[in-house]
């Protein structure tokens, strides 16, 4: 099905199934422990060994030896493959860093061995008399040092957020001279890491020369391409099976050494092998979100009119590596005739970085959104008018594009509503309880809405069950939920008749789950497949399929009624599609908004925050399950919320490593962080989307909040901080005296 025309009047619309607050139909499993994760599959891959993987202990340089002999004749190893055994394989799908293979070192605890053997504590054990030699060579740690030689580049977040190195709409300097109140404040992001709850795990099994990988990955369709591409197989040799992921954030978005080191143990075992990366690895090994350094400067009349606005970053990573692409919302978010965005790159080696939850805008947002809350003080303004009296319905880079839709005030005004925005004492450290500083900060929230294209197989049976098969994941997401609601809208069945199978590389190829497109790319996938469907049943039954209608399984038409299930008396009824999007995206630009309000309170004394409530107002099309919505919404502002006051990979800029590479040093916040958090909808629909005519809110959430959060903390403290995360050391020796 190609999607190039605006959305009109479809089946989703009668919303009696789709958009309504429904249960999570995998929650049973997963609470009772009975959903099979990647490391669990003892179902499929019975007798598996386990594989442990030893990764270098420098971070650049040359492996001159490995010595295995000690581990190979340990007790219960049953495998040792090094990476000197192995010639370098080819990266996969937006891979920077190789995963295994030769002698070169790119980074710290990059893939030196695997050992397999039959007991998980025998395979660790075995590891550790590995002996490796190596050759070690000097390397670049220090973003700050780096920057100093850092080029622009092209950046692409392959998210939607990108662009040319240096970009520019009028004259900024010009403007930014000229105008009667300025801005012009630096900021530092932290390198962070995914800290998700499943670790990168994969079970592997040869059946000949056919491998099976059972593994935490987010993009089947992307995963089994770069498997086969590494191992140099045929794709048609290689399957993929990820029905469940335990989180993923980014971080299982691509192919990582789990998967690699689990086949390659396999095939050198002759069994079965799983192989789960220990925290350090993930930290190390995997990928990160980079630290970033950014400028932001706002010139505006004295009204609060933007008329100069820039935003540059430099961040650092591996050669051949991307930006994080940390100014692309303010490409699109706030008015402004002269315009500057930049993004510089500077080569280190450190572990690589790439993709984590709202990539660009999470640290974009967080730098931007403390600069809009320190230009509104300086012009004498609210925030919230400040942003409102900046807002535009085109792109401020090509005012003849216009928004699909955008709705950015609404947000805004409802979440100054609903927040008590209007009792806020502008005062800085002006409000007491207790021994508590207490303030209020709020801050705007963008993502762009993206999709792609995304297949589906659907089947009727004798006893009424539709059976959806897609390789889309589910990441803790709710895809098995909107998938199965989507299906049942569309054939008129109840949710239970229905039966979702995802996450395998036999299926359609899907969106995957990543970048806020998948519920809305996905569900366009399976509405497609059913409209086939829908055909074929109406074929049977001698209907016009234009005119009938699906509903309480039955199909109708004028004054004639026949059971769903009698079109399938003969057998089963299948279809297969895929939703292909033409220009129509790209004929305006589609976007999603939202506020963010946050109330923190300060301790006088220690410094320490609390992070007492919080809302988000969100602006995001047609949404599928206001409940499973909700929990994405909610799971962004608490990730934001880490981003804002505790989590940092420290770096060792001597070795080039993370230092806290564990949930004991890197900490996260948890439950019990945030007592109170509500997620409010608008009620919109956006044609130009999808045939479903939403949008997406998994990153719509963290994007802004940590700014929120800064800006609380300010108006509760008169401390402005600047270098993330807000820790207790930034504030100490500032905060106020005691009255």
Not at 65 to 87: K, Q
Not at 205 to 226: C, K, P, V, Y
Not at 437 to 466: C, H, P, Q, W, Y
């Amino acid at each position: 099905m190609k999607f190039d025309t605006p959305a009109g009047q479809n089946p989703i619309d009668r919303l009696k199934v789709v958009g309504q607050p429904t249960d999570r139909i995998d929650g049973k499993y997963k609470t009772t422990g009975t959903a099979p994760y990647a490391y669990e599959r003892h179902d499929a891959a019975p007798n598996a060994a386990y594989g442990y993987v030893l990764g270098s202990a420098i971070a650049k340089g040359r492996v001159t030896a490995i010595d295995s002999a000690a581990a190979l004749g340990a007790p219960g190893v049953l495998a040792v493959v090094t990476t000197l055994d192995t010639p370098r394989l080819k990266r996969g799908v937006m891979n920077t860093a190789y995963l295994f293979g030769g002698d070169v070192i790119q980074h710290y605890h990059q893939a030196l061995a695997v050992v397999v053997a039959e007991t998980f504590e025998q395979a660790r054990a075995a590891a550790f008399l590995v002996r490796v030699d190596y050759a070690p060579e000097a390397g670049s740690f220090d973003l700050a040092e780096a920057a100093k030689s850092a080029e622009p580049v092209p950046a692409d977040s392959g998210e939607g957020s990108g662009g040319d190195g240096e970009e520019r709409v009028g004259d900024f300097e010009a403007a930014f001279a000229e105008a009667p109140v300025t801005l012009d404040r630096s900021y530092t992001t932290a390198d962070e890491s995914h800290a998700m709850l499943e670790p990168h795990a994969t079970t592997a099994a040869w059946e000949g020369d056919r491998l099976t990988l059972w593994t935490a990955n987010q993009m089947i369709g992307w995963g089994h391409g770069s498997i086969a591409k590494i191992l140099g197989l045929p794709k048609e040799k290689v399957r993929l099976d990820a029905p469940y992921v335990g989180g993923g954030f980014g971080g299982k978005l691509f192919v990582r050494a789990d998967a690699i080191l689990a086949a390659l143990g396999a095939k050198a075992a002759g069994r079965p092998v799983k192989v789960a990366l220990t925290r350090p690895l993930i930290a190390n090994n995997t990928t990160h979100r980079p630290a970033t350094m950014q400028r932001v400067r706002i010139g505006a009349l004295e009204d609060g009119t933007i008329t100069a606005i820039a935003h540059e970053s430099i961040s650092g990573n591996l050669p051949e590596g991307s930006p994080e692409t940390a100014v692309s919302q303010t490409k699109l978010l706030y008015a402004g005739a002269n315009r500057l965005t930049a993004v510089k790159l500077a080569a280190l080696d450190l572990p690589e970085g790439n993709a984590m939850r709202a990539p660009g805008e999470a640290p974009g947002l967080m730098v931007l959104e403390v600069a809009m809350d320190e230009m509104a003080e300086r012009l004498g303004l609210d925030p919230v008018e400040f942003r409102i009296r900046n807002d535009t319905q085109v792109d401020p880079n090509d005012p003849g594009r216009r928004f699909s839709h955008r709705d950015l005030v609404g947000c805004l005004r409802l979440g100054a509503e609903r927040f008590g925005w209007s009792k806020r004492d502008a005062r800085p450290g002006a409000v007491r309880d207790g021994r508590w500083l207490v303030g209020i900060g709020m801050a705007a929230a963008f993502r762009n809405n993206l999709v792609m294209k995304s297949g589906a197989r659907v089947r009727l049976d004798e006893s009424g069950t539709v059976t959806v098969e897609t390789d889309m994941t589910d990441i803790g997401t709710g895809s098995y939920t909107i998938i199965a609601q989507t299906a049942a809208e569309m054939m008129g069945v109840a949710l239970e008749q229905v039966v979702v199978r995802l996450g395998d590389s036999d299926f359609p190829v899907s969106s995957g789950s990543g970048g806020q497109f998948g519920a809305n790319s996905a569900t366009a996938g399976v509405y497609a497949a059913c409209v086939k469907l829908r055909e074929s049943v109406a074929q049977r039954l001698g209907f016009n399929a234009t005119d009938a209608v699906f509903e309480n399984g039955e199909v109708r038409s004028g004054n004639r009624a026949v059971p769903l299930t009698e079109a399938v008396r003969d057998g089963a009824i299948a279809a297969e599609d895929t939703i292909e999007f033409g220009k129509i995206t790209d004929a305006q630009q589609q976007s999603t908004f939202g506020a963010h309000f946050v109330e923190v309170a300060v301790d006088a004394d220690t410094a320490e925050v609390r992070v007492r409530r919080m809302l988000c107002v969100c602006a995001a099309g047609r949404i599928l399950n206001p409940k499973s919505a909700r929990s994405q919404v909610i799971g962004g502002m608490v990730m934001g919320t880490g981003a804002a006051l505790m989590e940092k990979l420290e770096v060792d800029t001597r070795r080039g490593f993370f230092v806290n590479h564990d949930l004991a040093g890197y900490e996260v916040p948890v439950h019990a962080d945030i007592p109170h958090q509500e997620v409010i909808f608008l009620d919109e629909v956006d044609a130009m989307s999808s045939p479903m005519k939403a949008k997406g809110v998994g990153e719509l959430g963290i994007s802004g909040v940590g700014a929120a959060v800064a800006n609380a903390i300010y108006n509760a403290t008169g401390i402005r901080v600047r270098d993330y995360p807000i820790t207790l050391d930034k504030l100490l020796d500032r905060m106020p005296d005691a009255a």
